[in-house]
Structure formats: C-alpha cells, structure tokens
T-cell receptor, first 109, second 116 residues
C-alpha cells in the first residue's frame, strides 16, 4: 500500500533550527511536496523535490533521498509565525498526491 | 501568480438543504481540480478529482450522488453537498493544478461548512 509517515508533533525554540522528517512508500514516484498549514487555513506550498539532494529556499530547505524513501524539511531561525502544521505529500505514478497526517510544530519563546 | 479562490468562505445551513461551493483559478487555467475535506486535527482527505469537461473521479467511500462536482470550465469547479447533515460539517478545500508549474497544487482558502 501507499503510506506517508511523519511525526505528529514537534516543539522547538524561537531562533533555533528544526528538522521534520518524512518517509514514504508509493506506487511509483513523481516528487515530494511540503506544505504549511496554519490552523483553520488551507495549505500553502513550500517546496517540491524530485531529484536527490537539498533544495534551499531562504530559511526553509527540503531534502530528498529517493533510494531511502525519505525527505526532511529544515527550518532555520525559527519565528513564532512558523507555528503551524507541516504536511508531507508524495506524488505517485498516477500523479496523485498521497498525504501525510501532518506534523504540528510548536514554537516556544 | 497561481491564485485560487473559494466561495463562500463559510456557510451555515439547516439539515436537509444543499450547499454549493465554488472554486476558481484566477490567473491560470486549471486542467485538474481537487476537492478535499478536512475534519478538525486530521489530515486532508481527497474526495474527488475533476478534469475540465469530464466526470469527476471519486475516492472510495465518497458518495458521488451526495457530493456533486461540476468542472464546467478551465477556471471553475463547483462542489454541491446535497441534503447536508451535521456529519457533513467540515472544512472543504479545493486545489487546482495547471499552468507552467504543473506539478504543484495550489489551494483555495477553504470553506467551513456547518450543518445544524
């Protein structure tokens, strides 16, 4: 079957760095997405990886290892506004997104 | 670019009535639109996928006669919840795919439906 695993909740301190891991199993693979979702709002796109390696975009970076079925989202210089759920989603061979349950990130001052 | 709007943002209705939710891609042509439902503190659940001009593909367990989807143009898809019941109360989110960034789904702001 198809499955996405990510931690349910993480806590970090303002100004610090946090890494949110995601492992996936899909029928075929056409890329790995990260979305941010604030409470009561729709998800917003953060990153897309289809090749192995690290993609850096400002304070956020995303990493992919296709051979390991593994990705992580790295958030640097954490700000209080980064408190949100972070959704990992893998695109299968039918170009359909398989969603993880999301990681709720709590930022403490 | 890549803006998706949804209307209404929130709606309260009586049990047994029907509610229509519109999803529009404002600055690109959406070849595919997706409808999701999200219950509190749960992940997004895909309800159906619609391609312009063809019938929607519903996920297992989603009643196609209850959740009517019409993708009449490349910029508009509608979801009608027929004979709504309190258990249909949820956050309904659409997303659209198309344009140069074809892999990405861009989400609408969501519609919060409360059925009394």
């Amino acid at each position: 079957g198809q499955n996405i695993d990510q931690p349910t909740e993480m806590t970090a301190t303002e100004g610090a760095i946090v890494q949110i891991n995601c492992t996936y199993q899909t029928s075929g693979f056409n890329g790995l997405f990260w979305y941010q979702q604030h409470a009561g709002e729709a998800p917003t796109f953060l990153s897309y990886n289809v090749l192995d390696g690290l993609e850096e975009k400002g304070r956020f970076s995303s990493f992919l290892s296709r051979s390991k079925g593994y990705s992580y989202l790295l958030l640097k210089e954490l700000q209080m506004k980064d408190s949100a759920s972070y959704l990992c989603a893998a695109m299968d061979s039918n170009y359909q997104l398989i969603w993880g349950a999301g990681t709720k990130l709590i930022i403490k001052p | 670019g890549a803006v998706v709007s949804q209307h209404p943002s929130w709606v309260i209705c009586k049990s047994g009535t029907s509610v229509k939710i519109e999803c529009r891609s404002l600055d690109f042509q959406a070849t595919t639109m997706f409808w999701y439902r999200q219950f509190p503190k749960q992940s997004l659940m895909l309800m159906a996928t619609s391609n312009e001009g063809s019938k929607a593909t519903y996920e297992q367990g989603v009643e196609k006669d209850k959740f009517l989807i019409n993708h009449a143009s490349l910029t508009l898809s509608t979801l009608t919840v027929t004979s709504a019941h309190p258990e249909d109360s949820s956050f309904y989110i659409c997303s659209a795919k198309g344009g140069s960034q074809w892999e990405w789904q861009f989400f609408g702001p969501g519609t919060r439906l409360t059925v009394l």
